[in-house]
């Protein structure tokens, strides 16, 4: 841990939008006229367990394909090394201790950081021998919470950046015989929904990250503690309700890397050609608009 401030398918490369990032709907004259901007969304886990060599690589080769991403997983101040000299983005990752493996990047040439900080969603938590040691203490989990100003759109947005707990769900319900780790699971949701509203008042809002719930099975069974029930209360969609029609997911079968904001995504990819980590990354593209007045 380290301290603060320290091959995809054809069909998929076009579904990125990664050419014409301005697209504009005419509008009559006196009107105002509505233009959109592209932005691309992104989410990957780069296991802690791989060199900074590889990590250096994954981190280049997705800073192509966005223009702001949640990282997760990220361990080392040799990584950190790697974010700081990332050609034309700029980065936050919370202090030691308070999330520190769960930065957020962005593109510097059309991005402004306004503040960053952490959120925590669960203190030092007691699990007992649920996940297969006995006696066990889950460490406190926090989200990073970064404040940006689009001088595009000249919108702001809030990117809060997650990797909760492992291990409480499996097929969108509880694992059994974890009733600790399904509470601390909850609760961090709940904390997480907190957070949400809270920077929703002032900002767009996106939430990144690994959520450790499958996305299309959380859609079946709509349970009322899991994100996608939790995030429809809030009137927000994960990317995976535009596509997710692969049979396969972020990691192994499942898209438990999820990209969650209060309007659909236009596409949703995951990039299988990605292969430097257990995880590949989730990509959701949207269409942010800019209000300019016509003369006339």
Excluded: C
Aim: hydrophobic share 40%; net charge positive.
């Amino acid at each position: 841990m380290t301290r603060s401030r320290w091959t995809l398918p054809a069909a998929l490369v076009v579904a990125l939008g990664l050419a014409a990032p301005l697209a504009t709907v005419p509008a009559s004259q006196g009107a105002v006229a509505a233009q959109t901007v592209t932005t691309r969304m992104g989410t990957y886990n780069i296991r802690a367990g791989v060199s900074t060599a590889t990590f250096e690589r994954a981190v280049r080769d997705l800073a192509t394909r966005v223009d702001v991403a949640g990282l997760q997983e990220v361990n080392h101040r040799d990584k950190e090394a790697v974010l700081a000299n990332l050609p034309g983005f700029g980065y936050f990752r919370p202090a030691r201790g308070y999330g520190e493996q769960n930065p957020v990047i962005w593109d510097s040439s059309r991005f402004t950081k306004l503040s960053a900080t952490h959120r925590r969603l669960s203190a030092r938590t007691y699990i007992g021998n649920e996940l297969g040691r006995p006696g066990q203490y889950v460490a406190p989990i926090f989200s990073a919470v970064v404040r940006l100003r689009d001088d595009t759109t000249r919108q702001r947005l809030t990117v809060v950046n997650v990797h909760l707990t492992p291990g409480a769900v499996y097929g969108g319900n509880p694992v059994p015989g974890r009733p600790r780790v399904w509470r601390l699971f909850t609760r961090q949701i709940a904390n997480l929904m907190d957070v949400v509203a809270a920077e929703k008042r002032s900002a767009k809002v996106f939430v990144t990250g690994d959520f450790n719930v499958g996305w299309v099975a959380d859609e079946r069974t709509r349970r009322t503690k899991l994100p996608f029930m939790s995030f429809r209360r809030q009137s927000f969609a994960s990317n995976w309700a535009t596509r997710h029609d692969w049979n396969r997911g972020t990691h192994s079968k499942s898209l438990i890397d999820q990209v969650w904001t209060n309007q659909r995504a236009a596409t949703a990819s995951v990039i299988f050609s990605m292969g430097y980590s257990d995880h590949y990354p989730g990509i959701g593209t949207y269409q942010l608009p800019v209000a300019t007045t016509t003369a006339g």
